[in-house]
C-alpha cells in the first residue's frame, strides 16, 4: 500500500524559512522513473506545481519560484524535503506531496497540510 | 514554463449529460517514443486531487469508462460521457513531460446546472 504523508509546521512568519517533509512508504524513491513532487494551493484557487525529484537525484523547480525552493530526498528514511525561503502571506496555502512514475506525476498523494504565514 | 489553458473554466451540467474540457499547451507534449505527456485530475471539494487520465488517454486504475482522455501534440480533451454526482469538482490538467517543469491548468469547475 502506497502512502504519502506532508508533515510541517502549521504557521510561519513572514521572512522565514518553511521546511515541509513527505514521508512515504509502499514505493521506493531509488526505483528507475520515480519521482516526487510538491504541488500548492491557496484557499479557493487552483493547484500550482512547485518542484520535483527524481529518482536519479534530478531536480526541476516552478520558473517563478526558483530562487526560494530547494527539494531534496533521502533515500535511508523515505522522506522528501522542500524548504522555501521568505515566506509572504501570498504562499498561504495547502501544500501537498505525490508520487510519480515515468507516466504520470501524480499517482498517489498526501492528505495535503495547510500553512499559514501571518506575523 | 509550458503554459496549459483549460476551458471553459465553469461549466455547469446536469447529470446524466455529457461534459467536455479541453486542454491546450504551449508546447507539444508528443515525446519522441509517440506518447503524448498529459495528466487529468479531478480534486472533489475538501479532497486531495485524484489522477483520472495519464498519457492523454489512458485511464488510471478503478476510473469509469465514461472518463475518456482524447487529443495529441498541443490540444486535448476530458469527456465525461454522463456525468454523475460525484463527478462534480475542478479538473486539472497537468504536463508531464519529464525533462522539463511541469504546470497545470487554470481548472474547470465541473457543477451542478
Known amino acids: 500500500q502506497i502512502t504519502l504523508r506532508e508533515s510541517g509546521p502549521a504557521l510561519v512568519k513572514p521572512t522565514e524559512t518553511l521546511t515541509l517533509t513527505c514521508t512515504f512508504s509502499g514505493f521506493s524513491l531509488i526505483t528507475s522513473g520515480m519521482c516526487v513532487s510538491w504541488i500548492r494551493q491557496p484557499p479557493g484557487r487552483a493547484l500550482e506545481w512547485l518542484a520535483r525529484?527524481?529518482?536519479?537525484?534530478?531536480?526541476y523547480y516552478s520558473t517563478s519560484l526558483k530562487t526560494r525552493l530547494t527539494i531534496s530526498k533521502d533515500t535511508s528514511t523515505n522522506q522528501v524535503v522542500l524548504t522555501m525561503t521568505d515566506m509572504d502571506p501570498v504562499d498561504t496555502a495547502t501544500y501537498y506531496c505525490?508520487?510519480?512514475?515515468?507516466?504520470?506525476?501524480?499517482?498517489?498523494w498526501g492528505q495535503g497540510t495547510l500553512v499559514i504565514v501571518s506575523s | 514554463d509550458i503554459v496549459m489553458t483549460q476551458s471553459p473554466l465553469s461549466l455547469p451540467v446536469t447529470p446524466g449529460e455529457a461534459a467536455s474540457i479541453s486542454c491546450r499547451s504551449s508546447?507539444?507534449?508528443?515525446?519522441?517514443?509517440?506518447?503524448?505527456?498529459l495528466d487529468w485530475y479531478l480534486q472533489r471539494p475538501g479532497q486531495s486531487p485524484q489522477l483520472l487520465i495519464y498519457l492523454g488517454s489512458t485511464r488510471a486504475s478503478g476510473v469509469p469508462d465514461r472518463f475518456r482522455g482524447s487529443g495529441s501534440g498541443t490540444n486535448f480533451t476530458l469527456k465525461i460521457t454522463r456525468v454523475e454526482a460525484e463527478d462534480f469538482g475542478v479538473y486539472y490538467c497537468l504536463h508531464t513531460l519529464q525533462t522539463l517543469s511541469n504546470t497545470f491548468g487554470q481548472g474547470t469547475r465541473l457543477d451542478i446546472k
Open positions: 505525490a508520487l510519480g512514475t515515468p507516466v504520470t506525476r501524480g499517482s498517489y
Open positions: 525529484i527524481d529518482w536519479d537525484d534530478t531536480k
Open positions: 508546447q507539444s507534449l508528443r515525446h519522441a517514443n509517440g506518447q503524448d505527456y
